[in-house]
């Protein structure tokens, strides 16, 4: 058991000063907790069982801004800023692996106390969940888990991300991520909008929202931190796989998603035993943004049902057989139609 510095919280309006106003979230609550010795800042709200939002690469707590309220209605939500990122201390120490982040929840939660918690990761967030449950069944506590939602999450079965990834490990990738990317709010505008299925349903101040998390001094040398480590973080997401193979998990994917690719989905739902893909049409890599309400319906639909024979169920069992491979072959066509217009 780590040894754990005293818990220091604050309500939203005692950290305005610390936090710029482009990245509030109305409603929630704002804390800070120290956690061997790294300052951590989460957001929480609402009652009823607790789940656990782990956001994704380059985002923070406020990446649920369109979530929380909703969800705050059914479940004790809690929101962090992962270390290194958002408005959490930045450290030259933190290693930047899917499993410190993954040990640090765990040590948060254990702080909080709370015993159970469900997870819902995005993106890397979702490589942060499966580790995190995965370092849970290891230690033979994997019932703190009922279930866990996994977002397009990063996995060793979508290429081009790892391309990408690559090129960013080089000694010119890591140049352009600390010197220019971290400069040009042109980049970043881009980089957002490919993000989406359809750009347009970009809400107003969402690329400055971003921004102001990482605009934070030093973010981009920890990211630089977390892409030296990207190929054994995914090793260790295929490890982990087989430990969970009885934990409810639903598998959301949106069809557009330009970065990690839908066709992944087929392959990591083979190695979830127990697990159901829905996936959402005309949708990129950010569901709970772009179709928030969806999203968030969906989410609950999943977590707050008892009978395992639903409507849901019944949704997701069409889409992870001939539809979801119809949406696989649409995805596939369109990637290669982009290349070569390119």
Known sequence: MRSLQPVVATSSAANCLDVP???HIPGVEEHRITLNGV?????SAGSGPALLLIHGLMGYSWSWRFNMGKLAKHF????????GCGFSQRSDHLCGSLESDADGLIALMDALGVT????LGSSRGGGVAIVLAGL?????ILNRVPRMI???PINPWSNFGQRRVRWFSTRLGRQFVIHIASRLHTVMKMYYRDMYGDP???APGSVEGYAAGLLVPRSFHHLVNIVRGWHPDLRQIESMLPLLQELPTLLLWGVCDSVVYATSALELAKHLGNSTTLMLESVGHLPYEEVPEEFNQTVCDFLLRHDPQTRLEGIAGSATASGLRRNMATVESDRIRSQVTS
């Open 39 to 43: 300052e951590w800042r989460y957001l």
């Open 76 to 83: 004790t939500v809690y929101a962090p800023d992962l270390p």
């Open 136 to 140: 849970l069944a290891q230690r033979g």
């Open 150 to 152: 996994l977002c397009a």
């Open 116 to 119: 159970q918690f469900h997870l």
């Open 21 to 23: 106003p482009a990245a």
């Open 200 to 202: 347009s349903r970009i």
